[in-house]
């Protein structure tokens, strides 16, 4: 798994109301505390600004919904 580190993008769960209707948003590290929490600053599919501070690496956003938490994009 690769580690986090500044301007890497990586998935957030975002609020559909506030993301054109999709549940998951990119997002830009800003900071890093560690090998799983991290500064973010999310980029919503809409003229709202979000910061998340310590979320926390989860291996799926499966489920969750507008937690502090992060994942790495899937490859392709």
């Known amino acids: ?4 580190s500044l301007g890497r993008v990586v998935l957030v769960p975002a609020d559909p109301a506030v993301n054109n209707g999709a549940d998951t948003a990119p997002a830009i ?4 505390w560690n090998d799983d929490v991290v500064n973010v600053r999310v980029l919503l599919d809409s003229d709202a600004i979000q910061w998340r501070t310590s979320v926390k690496y989860v291996n799926d956003l499966g489920g969750l919904a507008h937690t502090h938490a992060w994942t790495w994009p899937p490859r392709v």
């Open 29 to 32: 590290i800003t900071r890093v």
């Open 1 to 4: 798994m690769p580690k986090p």
